[in-house]
């Protein structure tokens, strides 16, 4: 007997019916003859109504209580689902990540999964049970209750997979699996039958909302086959694994935005050995996750950096730059947060001269002023207004011809 990991996203659980065809999927799977987990989001937009309710008490809530708050949406959810279950005749029981065992750091609201207990999941299991398990949530070694960040129920069925050896971990989404491009903004985006772990984590990380990036990470490095597919039709959807060797890769696989990132750049450094690493390690000691670092070369002994952090993490990574700038005498801290950042991505850019040129002369035919650039072996991102965006996005998926890969 096999296992599969079943996860359903908020848009796929957003009112009871949806909930019943959702654990209709699952009892399929049971009856077919493999043990299943299933892991649910909170239903529809429940999480951003709780963070919403949260700001109208305070602008910057703790965020323990942030995370007692948000984590609550899951808890809904297990419970209709697992009745949803029953209700078909199937037997089933509903758990909180904290009476799993999921343990995390204690970094609220993102937090990363330390461990996962196996006792009470492989004892349900072996009752023939459907297990229902909260995405999104763990607790850390005080018993505080954590969040993963937004997205993160994606992370939790990975993990799951992982530690119980599950044959396939499947997402189930309101899309028919993951497009070169996000689809409500590149209406011909096309649908790809595979994608490889590294260069799904590149499109996750470079901010493709389909799946949470931790999650493909934790694929990757657990070798979990990971099938995205949707929730409402029978498709086959997109298998994420590893990449075959002996195939003719694309130049580009996939288009992305970010416009939940800000960008600080702190003027007049003093130019010698030290510096950036100082300025970055206060920010790596809050946990803040730094991104397109960039370094101007100094002029009359002073240099300006420039990176890109979360925009949820921007006062925080203020308050910080501004007492290391007092330390190091720097000249100045600013900040934007009118960016987005455009990065396209595909192992094949390996094998391909051109590709930088390819992206910078399809901006420029648009119009759009880049202002950063940043690249890697399979990604190159640039910095646009937010604004320019998503016009910007439909111009490089047309030069890349990204509607023609499958
Ligand atoms: P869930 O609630 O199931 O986790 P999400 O809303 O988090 O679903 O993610 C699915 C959404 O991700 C889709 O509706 C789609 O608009 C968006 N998306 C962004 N980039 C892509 C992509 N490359 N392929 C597919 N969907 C994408
Ligand atoms: N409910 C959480 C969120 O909306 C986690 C998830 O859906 O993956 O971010
Ligand atoms: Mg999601």
Do not use: W
């Not at 009112?15 to 077919?32: M, S, V, Y």
């Amino acid at each position: 007997m096999g296992l599969v990991v079943h996860k359903f996203g908020g848009s796929s659980v957003a009112d009871t019916d949806l909930i019943k065809t959702a654990a209709k999927r699952a009892i399929e799977t049971k009856k077919g003859g493999d043990n299943v987990i299933v892991v649910v989001s909170a239903m529809g937009n429940e999480t951003d109504r709780l963070y919403e309710l949260a700001s109208q008490i305070m602008k910057n809530p703790p965020s323990r209580e942030v995370d007692m708050l948000v984590s609550t949406g899951e808890q809904v959810s297990i419970a209709l689902m697992s009745m949803a279950i029953q209700s078909f005749g199937q037997d089933s029981i509903s758990f909180l990540g904290g009476q799993i065992g999921v343990r995390t750091d204690g970094y609220h609201e993102k937090a990363k999964i330390i461990g996962i207990e196996k006792e009470k999941v492989e004892a349900a299991l072996a009752e023939g049970k459907i297990v229902v398990v909260a995405g999104f949530q763990g607790t850390d070694k005080q018993m505080n209750i954590t969040t993963l960040g937004r997205g993160g129920s994606d992370t939790s069925a990975v993990a799951l997979a992982a530690v119980f050896g599950a044959d396939v971990c499947v997402i189930n989404k309101d899309v028919d699996g993951v497009y070169t491009a996000d689809p409500r903004i590149v209406p011909d985006a096309s649908l790809l039958k595979t994608i490889s772990y590294d260069e799904m984590l590149e499109l996750a990380g470079m901010g493709a909302g389909v799946l949470h990036s931790r999650a493909v990470e934790l694929a990757k490095k657990h070798s979990v086959p990971l099938r995205v597919r949707s929730s409402f039709n029978e498709k086959p959807g997109t298998l994420v694994c590893v990449e075959d060797p002996n195939k003719e890769q694309p130049m580009a696989r996939g288009a992305t935005f970010n416009k939940k990132e800000a960008r600080v750049t702190i003027s007049g450094v003093p130019d010698k050995p030290g510096m950036a690493a100082t300025i970055l390690k206060h920010i790596a000691e809050r946990n803040i996750n730094v991104d397109m670092i960039i370094q101007n070369p100094g002029h009359s002994g002073l240099a300006d950096l420039t990176f890109t952090v979360p925009k949820s993490d921007l006062h925080e990574t203020l308050g910080v730059c501004r007492e290391v700038s007092g330390q190091i005498g720097a000249k100045d801290v600013t900040s934007s947060e009118n960016i987005a950042k455009l990065s396209v991505i595909g192992s094949g850019m390996r094998a391909y001269p051109g590709v930088a040129s390819r992206m910078f002369t399809a901006l420029a035919k648009e119009n759009v002023n880049i202002q950063n650039i940043s690249t890697s072996e399979i990604k190159i991102s640039c910095i646009v207004a937010e604004e320019d965006c998503d016009r910007s996005l439909r111009a490089v998926h047309h030069a890349f011809e990204l509607d023609k890969v499958e």
